[in-house]
Structures are given as structure tokens and as C-alpha cells.
């Protein structure tokens, strides 16, 4: 009998996200994804696949004590159980032949990072195996011997078991053994294959800003770098078995916290080269994954027009190979638009209470503005394609104790543990194989209306045509140079990114100015 196969859809929300609570909020990129997968797709020989979506909430979030999450949000406990929740979902859903898709933002990226690392490196397990999964797991995180899972010692443990010190001596003798000494021989039981035969693949990772070593940070005077090694247990070289992976990176990010965690492709892959493209927009964490609730409670504007289009690149990179519902799109396009109408409402109310410290008495006294308050100025929310607001994230006492560093687009580094010497170092990731980084031409755009930002990771950039059919490359002094990456036309299908330029208007500006990208592009 045969089984038919299923894709399976794994989607890992950030730090303090949740979009199944009954707090409303805003949704992320993650949730908006999950919103957006059709429950069946068309294989490539025109068959019918299901589609099936699991959905984790971020770090920090569920029943938990105020001062707990805030706890887990900034030391990033909490992981180990949403990358198990996640795999032991994939085990008792998987059949042979079925697809995996991991996809996440912030943490939630590591969290799929880590899930497709134990696919690619272990394979899915067979369900009954499950029982022995934390020892595997544990065996799993503390791999320090620099080479994948299935070559090390532990491993070979796990298969083949390891005798005990009475299982060497008895070894050693002939004869039969007694039930007691059979026992008494395994320090660790041999296991066989635990794994299901071809699982070692995962068709597409695709993430929104994955931060440095879960955002543990250092302070000013202090290095954590031992601590979030030991939790960085994924490798930041993309596995072969992983066919596509998309990385959206935030360029105005300075929390150095919040370092960006790259892939690298090393250059002695043997075989078909894993896809991989590392796309950096303009934005702070928050603007690259969405999910951003101040628009409106702070009276902050429009926050999640750069997450959209970084959403829009996501779906677009995808849909080759993951069913997307394009009528949820357009609805969402139309509810967008109704959003940012609500947001310009919400200017001309009386600005919120003051929130401070909930349990005193002050919480429970109404909050009633002055009589006849003086009319709020009807501030209109920008926009257009990449202008909303991007704010500076380095506030707070935590982060301004860590210090903010500038975002490096094109150099790039990745902190390394050595085991022996017991000291980290940082080695420029390009040196390690290829990145493929570039620069969403929405950063160009932008450039036409904010010139001079400070802050960016493109400071010091200018962005360069170059000979028709070329398209353009951004170039710094110090011989960094990063090609732009270029909006395909649509095809059998709109273009999800095209589409997403009129969401919040006509679109005609921007529209003229990518047909005139498209011509250097030779489109």
C-alpha cells in the first residue's frame, strides 16, 4: 500500500511572540506564514500534496510568570524545549518521502536552525526511539569534536553500543553468558539505526534576521562568549542536506546582542551546492520579522512596512516549492491598508496613560483625558514601498549595558569555540566559504528619499550600475562590494514582492523606479 507523501511545515516565532493567546497582537512573519500556506499544493508531476503546519511560539511566552519570561527572553532558556517540541512533531508526523520546511525569526530562527540541524545530521528517528532521544540529544549539543554527529564517538555508541568494564573483562572469555552478565555488559545499550532510512533531508530553511548566539550578550566589561557557545551547538556552515535556505537580514541593527548569525557554504562541497541566498534590508530586528504591537499603542506609525516586504521576498523565494494561498494575500494586502488607515485614526485620539508599574493604586484609577483636550494634528502615516519608520533599537538599560556595534554587511563574523585552549575567537565567515549576501534594491529606494541615515549597515556604500544587463553592486572604500539581488517578473504567477508595492498605495512612483532597475537589470 502506498503512502502518500506530505509536506511538512515548521514555524518557530521570536522571543516574547505568541499568536496563540488571547492578548491580541500583531503577527509576525512567522504567524503571517503559517496564515498563508495552502493546505494542499501540486507536486511537480501535477499531483496533490498535503500540506501540514506546526507553529511554536517564541522564547518567553505560554503560562508563564511575568518576571519568568522576561527571564527566558534575555537569557534564552527556554530553546531546548521548542527545538524538541518541534522535532518530536516531525517524528510522529513524518512518513518516507515527505518534505521538510523549517522557517523562523529571531531565536525562532535558531530554534529552526537547530531543528533542521538534527534532521540533516540524525535523520528523523523512528518514533519508538523517542524514549532515548534526551540521551541523543545531550550527546547531540555537546559534540565538540569539530565533524558531523554520525562520525563521532557518541554516535557510534548510540549504533553500536559501548561495553561496561564488566562487558570488556566477560568479552574476553569464551562461553555463554548468563541473563545477569548480559545485563551487566552494556554501559550503553547498542541501538542499530535509529533513524529512518532517507530522512536526512529538509527542503527549505528560511529565516528573518537569526541574532548571534541567541542573543546572550556580552556587557561592557563582561564576555559571555563560553555561554552562548555552549548553546550554539547548530553549525553555521549550511548542510548539504538542506537544498534551500533564505536568510533576510536587518541593516540597522546595533545591539550587540543581536549579532547576525550567517551561513557559509564551504567552497569543497561536493555535489549539488545547496541554494542559499542572505538578502539584507533596511530595519532594526524588529521592522526584518514583524510583530511590532507600538504603531499603535505608542503612537510609534507604521513599524511592520519593512517586515511586509521582507515577507513578500520570503513567500516569493518559496512558492516554487511550498503551496502559498494567493487570495489570503490579496485579502491581506487590502487589510494592510485598512491597518495603516486605523494607525493615522489612532494619532488624533489623546495619547495613552502613562504605563508604569501595574499593582499600585494609581492602576486602578480610570484614566479620563482633560476635559475638551486640544485636538491632535492629524499626522498621516508615510507611504510607500520602504519608507515607514525605522527606530533605534539601542535603548534600554540591558542593551545600552552591552554597547551597540555597527552591522558589517559583506565582513561579517562568526565566533568560534576553540575546545583546547577553551577560548572563543572570531574568524571573518567569507574566509570559511561562500556567504552569497546582497542588498534588496528596497535599500536603494529608501536612499532616494533618506539619504543620510545613520546608524546603517550601509553607510559608507554607494550603490553602483553597472553595464546593462548587469545590474547594480554596492560598493564601500574599503573594497567591500555586495551585488544587489533583483525582483524577478512574474511568471506563470504575479510576483508576490511586485504585488506588495501597491499594498499601501497607487505604487506608481515606485513602480517607475524598479522598471528602471529592471532595465539595468536587462528584464
Same mark, same amino acid.
Given at each position: 500500500?502506498?503512502?502518500?507523501?506530505?509536506?511538512?511545515?515548521?514555524?518557530?516565532?521570536?522571543?516574547?511572540?505568541?499568536?496563540?493567546?488571547?492578548?491580541?497582537?500583531?503577527?509576525?512573519?512567522?504567524?503571517?506564514?503559517?496564515?498563508?500556506?495552502? #493546505?494542499? *499544493?501540486? =507536486?511537480?508531476? !501535477?499531483?496533490?500534496?498535503?500540506? +501540514?503546519?506546526? /507553529?511554536?511560539?517564541? @522564547?518567553?511566552?505560554?503560562?508563564?510568570?511575568?518576571?519568568?519570561?522576561? #527571564?527566558? *527572553?534575555? =537569557?534564552?532558556? !527556554?530553546?531546548?524545549?521548542?527545538? +524538541?517540541?518541534? /522535532?518530536?512533531?516531525? @517524528?510522529?508526523?513524518?512518513?518516507?518521502?515527505?518534505?521538510?520546511?523549517?522557517?523562523?525569526?529571531?531565536?525562532?530562527?535558531?530554534?529552526?536552525?537547530?531543528?533542521?540541524?538534527?534532521?540533516?545530521?540524525?535523520?528523523?528517528?523512528?518514533?519508538?526511539?523517542?524514549?532515548?532521544?534526551?540521551?541523543?540529544?545531550?550527546?547531540?549539543?555537546?559534540?565538540?569534536?569539530?565533524?558531523?554527529?554520525?562520525?563521532?564517538?557518541?554516535?557510534?555508541?548510540?549504533?553500536?553500543?559501548?561495553?561496561?568494564?564488566?562487558?570488556?573483562?566477560?568479552?574476553?572469555?569464551?562461553?555463554?553468558?548468563?541473563?545477569?552478565?548480559?545485563?551487566?555488559?552494556?554501559?550503553?545499550?547498542?541501538?542499530?539505526?535509529?533513524?529512518?532510512?532517507?530522512?536526512?533531508?529538509?527542503?527549505?530553511?528560511?529565516?528573518?534576521?537569526?541574532?548571534?548566539?541567541?542573543?546572550?550578550?556580552?556587557?561592557?566589561?563582561?564576555?559571555?562568549?563560553?555561554?552562548?557557545?555552549?548553546?550554539?551547538?547548530?553549525?553555521?556552515?549550511?548542510?548539504?542536506?538542506?537544498?534551500?535556505?533564505?536568510?533576510?537580514?536587518?541593516?540597522?541593527?546595533?545591539?550587540?546582542?543581536?549579532?547576525?548569525?550567517?551561513?557559509?557554504?564551504?567552497?569543497?562541497?561536493?555535489?549539488?551546492?545547496?541554494?542559499?541566498?542572505?538578502?539584507?534590508?533596511?530595519?532594526?530586528?524588529?521592522?526584518?520579522?514583524?510583530?511590532?504591537?507600538?504603531?499603535?499603542?505608542?503612537?510609534?506609525?507604521?513599524?511592520?512596512?519593512?517586515?511586509?516586504?521582507?515577507?513578500?521576498?520570503?513567500?516569493?523565494?518559496?512558492?516554487?516549492?511550498?503551496?502559498?494561498?494567493?487570495?489570503?494575500?490579496?485579502?491581506?494586502?487590502?487589510?494592510?491598508?485598512?491597518?495603516?488607515?486605523?494607525?493615522?485614526?489612532?494619532?488624533?485620539?489623546?495619547?495613552?496613560?502613562?504605563?508604569?508599574?501595574?499593582?499600585?493604586?494609581?492602576?486602578?484609577?480610570?484614566?479620563?483625558?482633560?476635559?475638551?483636550?486640544?485636538?491632535?494634528?492629524?499626522?498621516?502615516?508615510?507611504?510607500?514601498?520602504?519608507?515607514?519608520?525605522?527606530?533605534?533599537?539601542?535603548?534600554?538599560?540591558?542593551?545600552?549595558?552591552?554597547?551597540?556595534?555597527?552591522?558589517?554587511?559583506?565582513?561579517?563574523?562568526?565566533?568560534?569555540?576553540?575546545?583546547?585552549?577553551?577560548?572563543?575567537?572570531?574568524?571573518?565567515?567569507?574566509?570559511?566559504?561562500?556567504?552569497?549576501?546582497?542588498?534588496?534594491?528596497?535599500?536603494?529606494?529608501?536612499?532616494?528619499?533618506?539619504?543620510?541615515?545613520?546608524?546603517?549597515?550601509?553607510?559608507?556604500?554607494?550603490?553602483?550600475?553597472?553595464?546593462?544587463?548587469?545590474?547594480?553592486?554596492?560598493?564601500?572604500?574599503?573594497?567591500?562590494?555586495?551585488?544587489?539581488?533583483?525582483?524577478?517578473?512574474?511568471?506563470?504567477?504575479?510576483?508576490?514582492?511586485?504585488?506588495?508595492?501597491?499594498?499601501?498605495?497607487?505604487?506608481?512612483?515606485?513602480?517607475?523606479?524598479?522598471?528602471?532597475?529592471?532595465?539595468?537589470?536587462?528584464?
Amino acid at each position: 500500500m502506498s503512502t502518500q507523501t506530505k509536506r511538512i511545515v515548521i514555524a518557530c516565532d521570536g522571543t516574547w511572540q505568541s499568536s496563540v493567546s488571547e492578548d491580541e497582537n500583531i503577527p509576525s512573519n512567522v504567524t503571517k506564514l503559517c496564515r498563508h500556506v495552502a #493546505r494542499t *499544493g501540486t =507536486t511537480p508531476s !501535477g499531483a496533490e500534496i498535503s500540506q +501540514i503546519v506546526y /507553529y511554536d511560539s517564541g @522564547v518567553g511566552t505560554g503560562s508563564l510568570a511575568d518576571l519568568e519570561k522576561k #527571564r527566558q *527572553g534575555a =537569557t534564552g532558556d !527556554g530553546l531546548a524545549t521548542n527545538v +524538541i517540541e518541534a /522535532y518530536n512533531f516531525i @517524528v510522529l508526523n513524518y512518513s518516507p518521502g515527505d518534505e521538510i520546511f523549517c522557517f523562523g525569526f529571531s531565536r525562532g530562527a535558531y530554534t529552526a536552525r537547530a531543528v533542521a540541524g538534527l534532521v540533516t545530521d540524525i535523520g528523523v528517528m523512528e518514533p519508538r526511539y523517542m524514549q532515548i532521544f534526551p540521551f541523543i540529544y545531550k550527546a547531540y549539543k555537546a559534540n565538540k569534536e569539530g565533524k558531523p554527529f554520525r562520525e563521532t564517538q557518541a554516535w557510534k555508541e548510540i549504533v553500536d553500543g559501548k561495553l561496561s568494564k564488566k562487558g570488556i573483562e566477560l568479552s574476553a572469555k569464551p562461553g555463554r553468558r548468563t541473563a545477569e552478565e548480559i545485563r551487566e555488559m552494556w554501559e550503553i545499550k547498542p541501538h542499530g539505526e535509529v533513524a529512518i532510512q532517507g530522512s536526512r533531508k529538509v527542503k527549505i530553511v528560511g529565516v528573518w534576521d537569526t541574532v548571534g548566539s541567541l542573543g546572550v550578550p556580552d556587557g561592557r566589561w563582561m564576555d559571555n562568549a563560553d555561554k552562548r557557545t555552549s548553546y550554539g551547538f547548530h553549525n553555521v556552515k549550511l548542510n548539504e542536506n538542506i537544498e534551500h535556505a533564505f536568510h533576510a537580514l536587518a541593516l540597522d541593527e546595533r545591539r550587540k546582542a543581536f549579532k547576525p548569525t550567517v551561513w557559509y557554504l564551504p567552497k569543497s562541497t561536493t555535489g549539488k551546492k545547496p541554494e542559499l541566498l542572505q538578502v539584507w534590508f533596511p530595519g532594526v530586528h524588529i521592522n526584518i520579522g514583524g510583530g511590532s504591537d507600538d504603531g499603535i499603542k505608542d503612537h510609534a506609525g507604521d513599524l511592520e512596512g519593512m517586515s511586509n516586504i521582507t515577507f513578500a521576498w520570503m513567500l516569493q523565494c518559496i512558492s516554487p516549492y511550498l503551496e502559498i494561498d494567493r487570495t489570503t494575500y490579496q485579502q491581506t494586502m487590502i487589510e494592510y491598508k485598512e491597518w495603516l488607515d486605523n494607525i493615522d485614526y489612532q494619532h488624533t485620539l489623546p495619547p495613552p496613560p502613562p504605563q508604569g508599574i501595574k499593582e499600585t493604586f494609581w492602576s486602578y484609577v480610570p484614566y479620563v483625558p482633560l476635559v475638551n483636550p486640544a485636538p491632535v494634528a492629524w499626522t498621516r502615516t508615510p507611504r510607500g514601498w520602504g519608507v515607514g519608520r525605522v527606530v533605534d533599537s539601542l535603548t534600554g538599560l540591558m542593551y545600552n549595558y552591552a554597547g551597540g556595534v555597527k552591522r558589517t554587511p559583506g565582513r561579517c563574523e562568526t565566533e568560534l569555540w576553540n575546545p583546547k585552549t577553551k577560548e572563543p575567537h572570531w574568524v571573518p565567515i567569507g574566509d570559511m566559504g561562500d556567504v552569497n549576501e546582497y542588498v534588496h534594491p528596497v535599500a536603494g529606494y529608501r536612499r532616494t528619499k533618506f539619504p543620510e541615515e545613520k546608524n546603517s549597515g550601509l553607510e559608507g556604500f554607494k550603490r553602483v550600475e553597472l553595464a546593462k544587463g548587469k545590474g547594480f553592486e554596492w560598493r564601500k572604500e574599503d573594497g567591500t562590494s555586495l551585488p544587489e539581488y533583483v525582483i524577478q517578473k512574474a511568471g506563470k504567477a504575479p510576483n508576490f514582492e511586485r504585488l506588495w508595492m501597491t499594498a499601501d498605495g497607487p505604487g506608481l512612483e515606485e513602480m517607475e523606479w524598479l522598471g528602471k532597475v529592471d532595465r539595468v537589470n536587462g528584464l
